[in-house]
């Protein structure tokens, strides 16, 4: 008899939200449960009450027929659950191996840790997965996707009956996502029962064999993944059919003269990068990991110090010293890290949305309020953010709703962009707002805009931007147009050697 | 209207208003002759909180900033005696008193060099530029001799009193803590120190100038030292070594205490009021019933924990998802200075 995870009739309520609702089903050993839903349905929720973390109001979980009330993560992790939340959790300042080996460090009797041991054992598992980082490198200076494969090896460690992935793939890239399926097919085979969340529908068809759709914190389908469609899929998901997303986009057909060009610039992260961003063009960043797009962008936006090459706005050399001269110029950066270089959490959503245009949002001296409310009801309108109100602090928002949020604050009708640079901009948004966020950019160029589009999700840069560069290890390697880019060419650029 | 008022119970000032009634009512009671609300008692208890609400307002907007100072205690040591020597050489009351409070923001600036050019830690930084610099500044000036204060007006602005009784110190205090209160409720500025302080390279991201703001913060508060320092020796008739030198770790612990956290971002000047008003209460209602200072120190003490337990359950409470000591673990404060660096690059 295999294992078996069952919730029963889960409540959890938020103020101003119902964020579970009567939630029951159940996950066997040997599949990969598939959870999805719109931003805020209530998936990270349900997780984090499976974790320990949160208690549910009323309804249980239960583990292989004995109900379980876990009052702490603590006891949940004893149990052989681990969550891998969608908020990494390491600490930064602290070593890979430390951060894998958190709990339960291998030491001698007096708590001495053994750290030769700790290094074997940690360069074991990394050689499992297969990935270039070393036991010792201190975790805050990985990428991203380095981190957040941490977070992976760090359950995998634990070696949990349970495993449950929440977006686990919104920061990697294909290299990643390929040792991580090769990993949880390997899960799956050792009869584990699999939780993942996922906003990306073409992964939920390779690696998931039955999907649970949540909305509005309530069950309303479940599917065999073999026996189902994407059509079905979203329209249970959105409540409608929203068609074939790229096809439908209306796009900018003028595009104008040079707005921005960079000749052979140089930093300690990218070499010799030269290309030219036009008016109304979309300019598509495809990359691994560590490819140097985001390094780019930054020092265009003034963060990163320039060696040597050249910068030209409009003609003019400029080179900017901090980000606050580069939006003085009408450049905008949407980071790709929302929670370190985005939002201040524990702030409300006006207050985040309104941070860079403050000085237009002025009665006399004061802050004008109303404009900042007002300015914060059009940004939760247009990206249909849930939430019960702009009050809210950016901290409670579901994840896809955090990212929405600082897209809102870049997109708000009183900046005055010239260049907007978007890095990961669709990162954990659900699949109806991303058609939305698409022609949201398209109609950004119509404007005249010259749009920067960094993403990690291939489809998505090729089919959204009109040319797209290919970066491998700090440098350029390739440029193609919409029309001659596959995924077979560009990701054979990405790789080269 | 029900939401706004169930918002504001759960509020911290309605935590705070809460406390401050328990402390009313428990020392009205107890106090010999209910004399703890006589209009002379309430007039004591504003009186003890001038010099704490000075080191209040800037030390609450600093820590709202996400730093901390320790220098503005003995910025006041140093501005008694600077202001005292310029009095006693002649030189006009208005001319002392200005030149003093520059001074007194230029402590803030070195203050604020020290952290964000030289990296040292605030808490150490201001440590030694307070106790070590600014007193010691102040000992070479008189060669360690305390000065008398006998300038009519600086004498007036410390004890006098206004028409209708109302003391000029409580009164200055009172509107500085109103306008900077305003100023940080209501002001670009004011919501400026917020965002820096809840993380810092996000709004630098967001094009806000957060060294700049340390700069203005850290001089602000030299020059409310200095304020606090004069006023005192108008009010002791005498410039010192010890003066102002106590009175920031109690004014700090009011801010804590009205909603201000270590973790930068929030709290205002409405709770820090608050705060100093129950703590100030709390200890007058303990002279009150004849506790000895000693067990006010030990009372004290036991008050500034609750108030850490109160901000470590809030911050835990908001940051459901890292249950663990997110903010008062060392090491956010590495990550903090780490994200200083970061946005220190170019
Ligand atoms: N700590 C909290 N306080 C208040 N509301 C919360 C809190 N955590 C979650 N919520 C609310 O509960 C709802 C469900 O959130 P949850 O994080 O489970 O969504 P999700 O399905 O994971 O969405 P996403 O796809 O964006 O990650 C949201 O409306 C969210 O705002
Ligand atoms: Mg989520």
Known sequence: MGQVLEFVNIYKAFPGVQALQDVSFRADGGKVTALMGENGAGKSTLLKILSGDLRPDRGHVSFNGEVKHFMSPHQSLNSGISVIYQERQLINSMNVMENIFLEDMPGNKLGIINRSELKRRTQEIIDAFGLPIRPTDIVGNLSVAHQQMVEIMKAYRRDSAVIAFDEPTAPLTDKEITILFKLIRQLREQGRIILYVSHRIAEIFQITDEIVVLKDGRLVRTFNTPETTERELVRAMVGRDIGDTYANLKRNDKIGEALLEVKNLVTDYVHDVSFTLRRGEILGFAGLIGAGRTEVARAIFGVDPVHSGEIKLEGETVRFKSPRDAIARGIMLCPEDRKEQGLILQRSIRDNVTMPVLSQLRKGIFLDRKSETALAKEAVRKYSIRTPSVEMQVMQLSGGNQQKTILGRWTSEKIETKILILDEPTKGIDVGTKAEVYQMVCDFAKQGIGVIFISSELTEVLNVSDNIIVMHNGHITGRVSRAEATEENVLEMAMRI | ?346
């Open chain 2, 1 to 346: 209207m029900r939401a706004v008022f169930s918002q504001f119970i759960k509020s911290k000032t309605f935590t705070l208003i809460v406390l401050l009634v328990v402390v009313v009512v428990f020392f009205q009671v107890t106090s010999p002759g209910s004399s703890f609300l006589s209009p002379a008692n309430i007039k004591n208890i504003l009186d003890s909180m001038v010099i704490y609400i000075l080191f209040a307002i800037g030390s609450g907007m600093l820590i709202i900033s996400g730093y901390i100072d320790l220098s503005p205690g003995f910025i006041g040591v140093f501005a008694g005696i600077m202001v005292g020597s310029l009095l006693g050489n002649g030189i006009p009351w208005y001319i002392s008193a200005v030149l003093t409070i520059a001074a007194g923001a230029l402590f803030g600036l070195f203050n604020a060099f020290l952290v964000d050019v030289l990296r040292i830690q605030a808490f150490i930084a201001t440590l030694a530029t307070g106790s070590f610099i600014a007193k010691g500044i102040a000992m070479i000036i008189t060669d360690g001799k305390v000065l008398n204060i006998t300038d009519p007006t600086i004498v007036w602005i410390g004890t006098g009193k206004l028409p209708g009784g109302i003391p000029v110190a409580i009164v200055i205090s009172l509107v500085l803590i109103i306008v900077f209160g305003i100023i940080l409720a209501k002001t670009k500025f004011g919501r400026t120190i917020y965002l820096c302080g809840g993380n810092v390279t996000a709004a630098k991201f967001a094009g806000l100038n957060p060294r700049k703001l340390t700069y203005i913060l850290f001089a602000i508060n030299g020059a409310l030292g200095a304020l606090a320092g004069v006023i005192y020796s108008g009010r002791m008739l005498i410039a010192n070594f010890t003066s102002t030198s106590n009175y920031t770790f109690p004014a700090i612990t009011a801010a804590i205490l009205g909603g201000i956290s270590f973790g930068g971002g929030s709290g205002g000047m409405l709770g820090c009021f608050l705060g100093l008003l129950i703590i100030n209460s709390f200890n007058n209602g303990l002279t009150l019933l004849g506790v000895t200072p000693y067990w006010q120190s030990v009372f004290s003490g036991v008050l500034l924990l609750l108030a850490l337990t109160f901000d470590y359950i809030s911050i835990r409470n908001r940051m459901r998802i890292k249950p663990a000591k997110v903010h008062y673990d060392p090491r956010m404060w590495y990550k903090r200075n780490r994200n200083r660096e970061d946005g220190e690059i170019g």
